[in-house]
């Protein structure tokens, strides 16, 4: 029942046996080594599992991996230096256990491509879908702000 | 308490060092055991019991076991060859690995599947069968007081503790630890006092939800077991599976990466009896990952009941206070009986009384078990005596802060117990709590449909005694230096505040010293992360090793009459001929300690520190739906002196915003059988962004804990303490309705809004 598929992902040709019923996240996972999207809740609501595909960050523990075939995949892994929302979440504390926090980043990333200049209600209602139990909101909210300083500054 | 150093180094205590694990956890790469795979390895599903007490009288695994590609299928027959007694806990060995004969909730684990696939474990475990007998079964606490269904036959107290051995083989009752406090005559002084307030309050069963579920995998060989496990308590797990094996500690090996987040979910023995018995009964690798559902089946968080009595003189001092507890503890005891003790004594507040009586009651009952969850049982009971403390104080027409202010306990006075207070700044934190609210300020409460109201909490935590740390500090032939500590970084920033006082004793730059992870093959025993104990305890066995090895460099520095100044290369150079080498420094911390008298509780040396933490709060609250909305939250706490004050910081605010789902809107929900009603982040709703007050306070109060290092004590749950009472003190504040039942949801509010009417 696996097929193979054929998806670009952080920007290189990949392929992988899939099973229809497989996650996009399962198969970064057991396929490619890759563990910054992880599932936690496991019902599109917490995001801890977000994946961008084709440049909109997707629920990777419901996202069918099927679905990705043909398409652009990248996840908190690409790239080799940090950018400024990575730069931003680690000096403003913004991050405790971890566990939330690439889901958190890949999502303030679609938020500041859109609202470059995101005041709190805007950061809140666009984060809202993202869930962190150490509750380093207060932190994540200066984070965006930070990067926010940081992007328009380059 | 600064260090006199040489004037180019900064000294490492009081930096606010983003954590040292930065780039991993913002690059996606840090190591969980959620990560983990192993090659040949088998993923467990558990099949779970679905009535709440009942014998088991079939279990039928024929059709799962018939399904292509489920290697086994076990259940605790299949266990006895290698677990002769499969019974485990921290203070009872009440819980089997798997159920044997009997079910104590719905939830508890009966059977596994083992698949090399999960799908296949998960569809198999589905059609698994069991047929139960059904016993009567028993929820509340107060009910399984007297209860006529028992839940365990005969208690198994663990023989760890002194205080549990005397209920050794007793039937026929679900308390499992009553302790009693008594100071003074409590009842003689309330006959006596001017006025006499009685309040009973209850807070309901909430679960911790880490982010990563709870997750263990086990290898083995003939004669070694290997356990990754995401766990709060690496040598206790070693310990308690040795003790089941029957093998010596040194055949056992318990790693722990980084964890997701625990909060105390993740403490003593979950997953890890489990996965070792199935790997060596298949001598395969064996991973078990539960779901977030699942969690909720695993621990939680006490749900208790409390009456507080007080007797008030007329110049508003509390002369004598009576406080009973009832902690439901579920069906089996893990830490239950600690809290029930260790918090236990507490229970009176933060106040100086004189005549104190306190009854604190573990009790089993047919729900899933309940342990620690931030705070050790603290949080039930400032809820209540903080609650009740307002409510007095209106009464009175005192002033809350006034009120309190006339009976803080301070320091050098007796706590009930009669250990005297020592470094808890509890004025200082009721002072600064009251500046950053504007206490004094005239406050508008509003007169529409939106009123507005404020109130503040206070309370204080022992920390748990006595427990012990080890650590050990190795500095390399290149000066270069690696700590060895088996605390576990869950996310409150451990590794970095060692790095930290490692640094400071060897004058190194934080960033540069390695901490090693927990691995029993490697770093030594350490009791747990648990209860804000380890920078404390581990940060002073951290502190002793890195002197010892620097003592230990000063000794060679000397015996190769080298200057004092000579660089650490230079000695091992000089010593070894080349640059090799190293000096291996050991610490080991175990505070002083006095059991508490049996029969009255008192005891002259209850706990190395205390934790003193507040919170004041503004709310709305909509008298047309009973909504309440926070608009300021101030967290004030004594953390002795930060050793580094932005972990700090986001420690008191992440505890506190938690508590605020405890506080508003977190509850499990249990139908008449003891079926979990919304097991899922669904219908268990935890904060999220749209919850968050819109301005929050953090402050450590200047301070200094003496003994310990560097002047620093833990902070994990002391933001925790004051938030439940300060908002319903301010809905009361606001709209003059008294809840006295946690969650102080909508609904309980609009409900009480209308009796008002
Ligand atoms: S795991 Fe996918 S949203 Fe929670
Ligand atoms: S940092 Fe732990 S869940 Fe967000």
């Not at chain 1, 997707?58 to 730069?87: K, M, N, P, W």
């Not at chain 2, 009973?324 to 918090?343: F, L, M």
């Not at chain 2, 610490?587 to 205390?610: E, K, Q, R």
């Not at chain 2, 200094?704 to 925790?720: I, L």
């Amino acid at each position: 029942m696996r097929r193979s598929i054929q998806f670009r992902l952080n920007g290189e040709a990949v392929s992988a046996q899939v099973a229809p019923h497989e996650t996009l996240v399962e198969v970064l996972q057991d396929a490619f080594g890759l563990f910054g999207a992880r599932e936690s809740c496991g019902q599109g609501l917490c995001g801890c599992c977000t994946v961008v595909v084709n440049g909109r960050a997707v629920s990777g523990c419901l996202y069918l991996a099927s679905f990705a075939e043909g398409g652009e995949v990248s996840t908190i892994e690409a790239g080799s230096r940090l950018d400024a929302v990575q730069e931003a979440f680690i000096e403003c504390g913004s991050l405790q256990c971890g566990f939330c926090t690439p889901g958190f980043i890949l999502m303030t990333r679609q938020l500041l491509e859109e609202h470059p200049e995101p005041d709190d209600d805007t950061i809140r209602h666009y984060l809202s879908g993202n869930l962190c139990r150490c509750a380093a909101y207060p932190q994540i909210i200066e984070a965006v702000k930070l990067a926010a300083r940081k992007m328009r500054q380059t | 308490m600064k260090r006199a150093l040489s004037p180019a180094e900064t000294p490492q205590v009081g930096r606010s060092l983003p954590r040292l694990e930065s780039w991993l956890k913002v690059t996606g790469r840090a190591e969980y055991v959620h990560n983990l795979r192993l090659p040949g390895m088998l993923y467990g599903r558990i099949f779970r019991s679905s009535v709440a007490h009942g014998r088991i009288r079939r279990l039928d695994v024929s059709a799962a076991q018939a399904v292509g590609g489920v290697h086994r299928v076990v259940s605790a027959a299949d266990l006895k060859g290698i677990v002769p007694d499969p019974y485990y806990g921290p203070a009872f060995h009440d819980q089997p690995v798997l159920a044997v004969d009997k079910v104590r909730y719905v939830g508890e684990p009966v059977a596994v599947v083992l698949a090399a696939d999960p799908h296949v474990a998960e569809e198999a475990a589905h059609l698994i069968v069991a047929e139960y007998e059904e016993l009567p079964a028993v929820y509340d606490e107060l009910e399984a007081m007297t209860s006529k269904a028992i839940v365990h036959d005969a208690l198994k107290p663990a023989g760890t503790f002194p205080d549990l051995k005397h209920l050794k083989g007793r039937t026929g009752t679900n308390v499992a630890l009553d302790f009693h406090l008594r100071r003074g005559d409590a009842a003689q002084a309330l006959a006596a006092a001017d006025r006499v307030f009685e309040h009973r309050f209850r807070t309901q069963q909430v679960m911790h939800t880490p982010l990563e579920p709870l997750v263990s995998v086990a290898e083995s060989t003939d004669s070694s077991l290997t356990i990754h496990t995401a766990s709060q308590s690496p040598s206790f797990v070693r310990i308690e599976v040795a003790r089941l094996l029957g093998w010596p500690e040194n055949r056992i090996r318990v790693r722990v990466p980084f964890l997701g987040g625990g909060f105390g979910a993740k403490l003593y023995i979950k997953l890890e009896a489990l996965v070792a018995v199935l790997s060596l009964l298949t001598r395969r690798a064996v991973k078990i990952s539960l779901t977030m559902e699942e969690q909720f089946f695993t621990i939680t968080k006490h749900a208790s009941s409390f009456r507080i009595k007080s007797g008030v003189t007329r110049d508003g001092r509390i002369c004598a206070r009576e406080c009973e507890v009832w902690w439901n503890g579920g069906a089996y005891a893990d830490i239950g009986p600690r809290v029930t003790q260790k918090s236990g004594f507490t229970a009176a507040g933060p106040y100086d009384i004189e005549h104190v009586a306190i009854d604190s009651y573990a009790l089993y009952t047919n729900l899933p078990p309940a342990g620690a969850l931030r705070g050790f049982g603290i949080p039930q009971l400032v809820w209540a005596y903080e609650c009740h403390t307002d409510m007095m104080a209106r009464e009175l027409g005192i002033d809350p802060i006034e009120f309190r202010r006339r009976n803080l306990l301070r320091d050098g006075r007796p706590q009930a117990t009669g250990t005297l207070m020592r470094d808890a700044a509890i004025e200082k934190v009721l002072d600064r709590l009251a500046v950053l609210l504007e206490w004094n300020r005239p406050f508008d409460r509003g007169t529409g449909v939106v009123r507005r109201g404020r109130g503040i909490a206070i309370g204080f935590k022992a920390c748990v005694s006595p427990t012990t740390s080890l650590a050990a500090v190795n500095v390399n032939g290149d000066g270069s230096c690696i700590v060895y500590c088996s605390t576990v970084d869950m996310g409150q920033g451990s590794d970095t505040a060692m790095a930290q006082i490692a640094g400071e004793v060897l004058h190194l730059p934080a960033e540069t010293v390695r901490v090693v992870h927990s691995d029993t093959d490697v770093t030594p025993y350490d009791m747990a992360t648990l209860g804000s104990r380890s920078l404390f305890h581990m940060g002073n066995a951290v502190k002793l090793a890195a002197e010892d090895a620097l003592k230990k460099l000063n000794q060679l520095k000397s015996e190769l009459q080298m200057p004092p100044d000579a660089a650490i290369p230079e000695i091992f150079k000089k010593k070894y001929g080349m640059q090799a080498g190293n000096v291996v420094g050991t610490g080991s911390f175990i505070p002083s300690y006095a059991p508490p008298d049996y029969a009255t509780g008192l005891t002259s040396d209850a706990t190395p520190f205390w934790m003193v933490g507040g919170s004041g709060v503004e709310i709305e609250v909509d008298t047309e739906t009973g909504r309440v909305r926070v608009a300021r939250l101030v967290n004030v706490a004594d953390v002795g002196t930060p050793i580094n004050p932005k972990i700090v910081e986001t420690q008191l605010s992440g505890a506190a915003i938690m508590q605020l789902g405890f506080t508003l809107f977190e509850k499990m929900l249990f139908d008449e059988h003891g079926q979990l009603r919304n097991a899922s982040l669904a219908e268990y709703k935890i904060p999220g962004f749209l919850d968050m007050p819109e301005e929050i306070i953090n402050e450590a109060v200047s301070a200094e804990q003496r003994s310990g290092p560097f002047g620093a004590k833990g902070v994990g749950e002391t933001g925790t303490f004051g938030v439940s009472p300060a908002i319903a003190n301010a809905i009361h504040d606001a709209v003059g309705v008294r809840l006295t039942v946690l969650p102080l949801n909508p609904e309980s509010i609009f409900m009480e809004l209308q009796k008002a009417k």
